[in-house]
């Protein structure tokens, strides 16, 4: 009997509690709460802006489905819940001065879930992205304005329209900028940045233009009355009648003495290329998804999973900071946001002083410690 009530209180010491979180909700909803929550949560943000502030950041928004099932709840309502959680993190961006946020909303991998959750991930993405986008709300307060990455044509003429129309409502917006990886996949980037750049550089470059050649004009002349019959006319104005071997190279008709009517044929046309060995990492970002924005400082991904799923490989560089978070991402907000925000803040000014010093030549370079242990020790 004692064993039986053990094994239920692990159990039910184990289960998730939603009635908990609503709870705790509606507990922080009161407002003195809210009011005393609101204003610590202003300070800590005042806080973060005294310090270096990355300027992309991108999120793999993951764990909805896993929240959902561990609350006993449909997958569509963890889904919604993950964009609350969206909303809360943008505010918290934004406010901080991060100018550009990438979301990984949904990958082109995604469309081999059931129909019904596709769809109702789709129906959400237009509900949504208006929300977002209307005047006087989150976007619109921050400056900031939607760009989609992905490929257009795998989306549904409806959604396609409640997107277009989402960018074209927050176009004007230049403060920041929220990128919408939708549908996507890193590997489909990169293919597509390759395909237009080999499209570029198998056009030829616009021909220079011509400069003038008194011989040039005279070869002309002469190939025209040639052409006619008539005798070539005498030199005049000085102009010698007898051209350079360049010019006539350069010219794009000539005569050729061998011809059995003596009509001048035409010259085939020299087109000139880019070098392929010109090609460098930055003639493919210029044709990436992202071209234009600033490098990735901070990438974090939610639910414990530890890898990229096809997202923002190029983009990845030294620099970037990876973060693997525990929690899922209808948990993910402030709190857990702000630890990793301050270790960056150090690491960022670190990886500075280091720099500074081997310009200088100085070999006082703080050692880095173990940020992990207390994050909060930097706040103060």
């Not at 082109?108 to 059931?114: T, V």
């Not at 129909?115 to 109702?120: C, F, G, I, L, T």
């Not at 976007?139 to 044509?153: C, W």
């Not at 410690?369 to 103060?380: E, I």
Request: glycine letters at 6%.
């Amino acid at each position: 009997m004692g064993d039986q009530l053990d094994r239920r209180s692990i159990i039910f010491s184990s289960m998730p509690s939603l009635h908990l979180s609503r709870t705790r909700r509606w507990l922080l909803s009161s407002p003195p709460v809210e009011w005393g929550v609101r204003q610590l949560r202003e300070l800590l943000i005042g806080a973060l802006r005294r310090g270096p502030i990355p300027r992309h950041v991108a999120f793999v928004m993951d764990g909805n489905r896993r929240f959902a099932r561990h609350h006993d709840i449909e997958t569509v309502e963890g889904h919604n819940l993950g964009f609350e959680a969206l909303a809360k993190i943008l505010e918290v961006c934004y406010k901080s001065g991060v100018k550009v946020v990438t979301i990984y909303a949904f990958s082109i991998e995604n469309f081999k879930r059931s129909k019904y959750e596709v769809d109702a991930l789709m129906d959400m993405a237009k509900v949504k992205l208006s929300q977002l986008s209307q005047h006087g709300d989150l976007l619109d307060r921050y400056g900031a304005r939607i760009r989609i990455l992905g490929q257009r044509n795998l989306v549904k003429p409806d959604v396609l329209e409640a997107i277009d129309r989402a960018v074209e409502l927050t176009s004007r917006n230049g403060k920041a900028i929220l990128n919408v990886c939708f549908p996507y996949t890193s590997r489909n980037e990169i293919t597509n940045a390759i395909c237009e750049t080999v499209a570029e550089y198998a056009t030829p470059l616009p021909e220079p233009q011509r400069p003038f050649s008194e011989s040039h004009i005279s070869h002309n002349i002469r190939s025209r009355h040639l052409g006619q019959g008539s005798a070539p006319p005498t030199p005049f104005l000085g102009i010698s009648t007898t051209s350079d071997a360049d010019d006539s190279a350069s010219s794009s008709s000539t005569l050729y003495v061998d011809s059995p009517s003596g009509a001048p044929t035409q010259e085939p046309v020299r087109r000139t290329y880019p070098d392929p060995e010109s090609i460098t990492p930055e003639t493919i970002d210029r044709h990436l998804y992202t071209a234009g924005n600033p490098p990735l400082d901070l990438l974090i991904r939610t639910s414990g999973v530890e890898r990229l799923s096809d997202f923002m490989l190029w983009q990845c560089h030294q620099d970037t900071e990876i973060v693997f978070l525990d929690c899922l991402w209808p948990e993910f907000g402030l709190w857990n946001f702000l630890p990793v925000l301050l270790e960056w803040q150090w690491r960022d000014s670190f990886r500075m002083q280091k720099q500074s010093a081997n310009k200088t030549g100085s070999s006082s370079i703080l050692p880095p410690f173990a940020m992990k242990a207390d994050p909060w020790v930097r706040l103060w």
